[in-house]
């Protein structure tokens, strides 16, 4: 297994110890983890565990359970393709597969290279523009296949870099 | 600080003087705002208040004009909106180049920019003010109330309309005297299930004293519904008020905010409310000078749908797998870190404070018998007008899709209308009459649900909608019970074989009988009501299920293996476009030249057609249909 760099095991000793006032945090633990470290893998769980007591095989059970919590690193870019009910009766599949279909891979996976991850996503709320897609937060309206294939390009080219 | 009732008082009234003062333009300054909700964002309005910002302070007309991000207006397919008071004139569908009109002509030259106006459909007029646009007229707003006028991030606007006035006079009242008021308000939890919230409080506060907990369920996992985020983003005060209302009533000193993670906005919001609401002293101990001490607190979902189920969701909290457990003991018994714990959705707790402020009988004068007060819908689909609606419960189907939503667009036919999300069921053509309440969508085979609404037309396949929410039920089955675990996989394998055309009468058969032992013995109610996608379309829409059986046909054209894409040889102009979009080489020339054309047409081979539909989209002759 990979050991994790001093710097790592000391951010995420530091998020431990901000909820230390707080009942059964583990969630907002997680949450800072994923959002701050980007994944949480097996030796991120272990310095976790260490700190909070809290069986290794617990915190696995919590982080495969949620969605949100991912055990592999995710690409630079990841586009969230909405596939709520108002999006998905306006052609959302059609987007998903065109992502797919360029990136060659599938939802829930990461590109080679690592600048893609594919995430098919269950509502964001943005029904009034659907099929919508959001990409690290932007949220881009009304897609169609060939916007796909722009927005590909341009994220490729570095445009929202 | 805020001591005491008095000092409220004092303090409410100079912030309504103040936001009268500014609605009306008493200030001598007239205000710009701007709606910063997720839809309108993506069409630049983060764009439009920047150019705003800017031409105003180019211009030097900071000290006469101020700029306001809103939360949503409510019509998003009309957005981006903006809105200028104190005249109320309301542009729609603003762009980043209209901006220096707007400021030119109106801010500067007093002249409405008469081009950004709404127009009726029906009288062609032209309408200056947001409530006088038809898509409002029948609206009721007491959840929504703030959207689209007050600045979320000023908790003075949100007193100048009236906050904590519903706590201060739940706090005049004995604890029983304010259930009792919710009680006799019929106020029914709007997450879904429709249970009386009077009768849940009154449950924890029937507990012995000691530790005791609200939990407001923002865990809004529906997908296509939104109302929420959009209450949590306009006026989060005004929950964080119905929760404590809720924690004096059934004594607990402690509330959880539990909100998805795909809501960071709300999250902030609500973040900065509960911190300004604490800086006055209205969070704490010893709240306005009584013996009524009260905390919030905020946790953050991770992706799971079945965390809207209250005791997932209490399960999240504790830092579990959100797994549901059966009930009893409910959690008003046995809840959070078991103590006695009342979990109410944001729109239920949205509505508490306005009828304590109110009182009961202004809230329950809407509604029918057994259902009161108002809900928020998000109309969504294939419908005119999209957006958050909010309407007196009784309102009928047809007065919500036709009246309010505008019908479907693009002149095709309405089909169904899915309320409930992904545990409801598909209302139809015959429904459209029926009067929304909790009850009467439930007698129809659907359900209220948290408020989604989706209009479905004539180019949907009812089939293929079942499937859809049987793919994300199978997704978010948490796996504890095996009806559900193992029989909405198999369910979804017999849809799919049904879309394939792989499918037998029999196999119809087997899924209505496994759709009622699921129904009958799930764990929970993600599991229950799981078949109710299935069940709701097969009542309406078996006969679209034998197409796709029988004749091997989806009668909609969306079911991939049951259709075709042909180009018709009489209207193929042979300008090769979509042979060149084909990415499988499937189009080729024919030797037919249709009269009056050049070239010759084109054809599709369906052995190598993968059904991508790119050849459509690019055709100009409108000569490629599906089969």
């Not at chain 2, 409220?8 to 609605?23: H, P």
């Not at chain 2, 911190?275 to 953050?300: M, P, V, W, Y």
């Amino acid at each position: 297994m990979a050991r994790l760099s001093e710097a790592a095991v000391k951010q995420i000793k530091e998020i431990c110890d901000r909820y230390q006032d707080e009942n059964t945090p583990l969630m907002m633990i997680l949450s800072d983890i994923q959002n701050e470290y980007g994944y949480i893998p097996l030796e991120v769980q272990e310095v976790v565990s260490e700190k909070t007591g809290i069986p290794v095989a617990e915190i696995y059970g919590v982080v495969t359970f949620y969605s949100f919590f991912s055990l592999k690193p995710k690409g630079k870019y990841v586009i969230g393709c909405c596939l709520g009910t108002a999006c998905y009766v306006k052609g959302a599949q059609l987007i998903v597969d065109k992502f797919s279909e360029l990136l060659g891979i599938k939802p829930g996976e990461t590109t080679e290279d690592g600048l893609f991850t594919l995430d098919a996503l269950r509502c964001i709320g943005a029904c009034s523009i659907a099929p919508a897609v959001s990409i690290n937060g932007r949220v881009f309206p009304k897609m169609t296949p060939d916007s796909v294939v722009k927005i590909v390009e341009d994220y490729r080219a570095g445009v929202y870099a | 600080m805020i001591k005491n009732l008095e000092q409220l008082e004092k303090y409410s009234k100079e912030c309504t003087s103040c936001l009268e003062a500014k609605l009306k333009g008493e200030d001598g300054k007239r205000h710009v705002v701007v709606c910063g909700d997720t839809g309108c964002l993506a069409s630049h309005s983060g764009e439009i208040i920047e150019k705003f910002e800017k031409v105003i302070a180019e211009k030097k007309l900071g000290d006469k004009v101020t700029v306001n991000r809103v939360a949503c207006f409510g019509y998003c397919s009309q957005g981006p909106f903006v809105k200028i008071y104190p005249e109320e004139t309301t542009y729609r569908a603003v762009k980043v180049e209209d901006v220096d009109e707007i400021v030119e002509s109106d801010l500067i030259g007093g002249k409405i920019v008469e081009r950004l106006l709404y127009v009726d459909e029906k009288t062609g007029k032209k309408v200056v003010k947001q409530d006088d646009i038809p898509y409002y007229e029948k609206q009721v707003h007491i959840a929504l109330h703030g959207c689209g006028s007050l600045n979320p991030e000023k908790i003075e606007e949100a007193f100048g309309e009236g906050a904590f006035k519903g706590l201060a006079r739940a706090l005049t009242m004995d604890r029983q005297a304010v259930i009792d008021e919710i009680l006799k308000s019929g106020l029914r939890g709007r997450g879904g299930g429709g249970f009386p919230t009077g009768k849940k409080w009154q449950f924890a506060y029937a507990q012995p004293e000691g530790a005791k907990y609200v939990v407001c369920n923002g865990d809004e996992g529906d997908p296509g519904a939104f109302m929420d985020r959009a209450i949590l983003e306009a006026n989060a005060l005004k929950v964080i008020e119905g929760m404590m209302i809720a924690g004096y009533a059934i004594g607990a000193q402690n509330g959880y905010f539990y909100i998805r993670a795909e809501y960071p906005v709300a999250v902030a919001r609500l973040k900065l409310a509960i911190k300004q609401a604490e800086e006055l002293g209205l969070l704490g101990d010893n709240i306005l000078g009584t013996n009524f001490s009260f905390r919030c607190h905020i946790r953050l979902g991770a992706g799971a749908f079945v965390c809207g189920e209250e005791t997932a969701l209490l399960n999240s909290i504790q830092g579990q797998r959100g797994m549901p457990r059966p009930r009893p003991p409910f959690p008003a018994v046995k809840g959070l870190w078991d103590s006695p714990t009342i979990v109410n959705n944001v729109e239920t707790l949205a509505c508490v404070p306005y009828i304590l402020r109110e009182g009961y009988e202004k809230f329950a004068a809407n509604g029918t018998e057994r259902s009161k007060g108002t809900k928020v819908f998000a109309l969504g689909g294939k419908v005119n007008n999209v957006g958050l609606v909010e309407i007196p419960m009784g309102t009928t189907l047809r007065e919500l899709i036709f009246d309010i939503g505008g019908g479907v667009p693009n002149g095709k036919k309405f089909k169904a209308i899915q309320t409930g999300g992904p545990s409801g069921g598909c209302l139809t053509e015959a429904d459209l009459d029926a009067e929304i309440d909790f009850d009467n969508l439930v007698a129809r085979g659907s359900m209220m649900g948290s408020g989604g609404a989706i209009v479905m037309d004539e180019d949907n396949c009812m089939v293929d909608v079942a499937k859809f929410y049987m793919e994300f039920i199978c997704d978010e089955s948490c796996g504890k019970c095996s009806p559900c675990r193992i029989g909405t996989k198999r369910m979804l394998e017999t849809l799919t074989k049904i879309t394939e055309g792989k499918a037998t009468m029999e196999d119809l058969d087997k899924l209505e009988e496994l759709a009622a032992h699921i129904k009958a013995n799930s764990l929970c109610a993600l599991g229950q009501t799981a078949p109710n996608p299935i069940l709701s379309t097969l009542k309406a829409f078996k006969n679209e299920y034998i197409a796709h059986i029988v004749d091997k046909k989806c009668p909609a054209h969306v079911c991939k293996a049951l259709m075709q894409y042909v180009i018709d040889k009489e209207k193929c102009a042979g300008c090769g476009l979509c042979e060149k979009q084909c990415p499988v080489s499937a189009i080729s020339k024919t030797d037919y030249v249709a009269p009056g054309r050049k070239l010759p047409a084109r054809v599709i081979d369906p052995a190598k057609c993968v059904k991508c539909g790119l050849c459509m989209a690019s055709c100009k002759f409108q000569a490629i249909s599906k089969k």
